[in-house]
Nanobody, 121 residues
Framework: EVQLQASGGGLVQAGGSLRLSCAASGFTFDDYAIGWFRQAPGKEREGVSCISSSDGSTYYADSVKGRFTISSDNAKNTVYLQMNSLKPEDTAVYYC??????????????WGQGTQVTVSS
């Protein structure tokens, strides 16, 4: 059973930083990808970032490029999302998801529960 657990959210002022963690278990990490998504009230879910163990490639939405950094620690089965220069529009519930099918950030079949990020102005 694939299990994902997102953590690290909280309340921060604009311009501040947070580091989200996604702890994963139940699948092989040789060929997988972990993505971060977010959803604000009344808005559609948005892809934020993704990292693939297959080729080491990373993805960032234009809205966070240059501010967010995704990384992985395979020894801990954990993926991180470092969020700097946070803006009020970053406020959302953040979810991590696993693509253990293609490993190319294309087929996310397993989702964790989200962690709330609130950025005050």
């Amino acid at each position: 059973e694939v299990q994902l657990q997102a953590s690290g959210g909280g309340l921060v002022q604009a311009g501040g930083s947070l580091r989200l963690s996604c702890a994963a278990s139940g699948f092989t990490f040789d060929d997988y990808a972990i993505g971060w998504f977010r959803q604000a009230p009344g808005k559609e879910r948005e892809g934020v970032s993704c990292i693939s163990s297959s080729d080491g490639s990373t993805y960032y939405a234009d809205s966070v490029k240059g501010r967010f950094t995704i990384s992985s620690d395979n020894a801990k089965n954990t993926v991180y999302l470092q969020m700097n220069s946070l803006k009020p529009e970053d406020t959302a519930v953040y979810y991590c998801a696993a693509d253990d099918n293609t490993g190319l950030c294309r087929d996310f079949g397993s989702w964790g529960q989200g962690t709330q990020v609130t950025v005050s102005s």
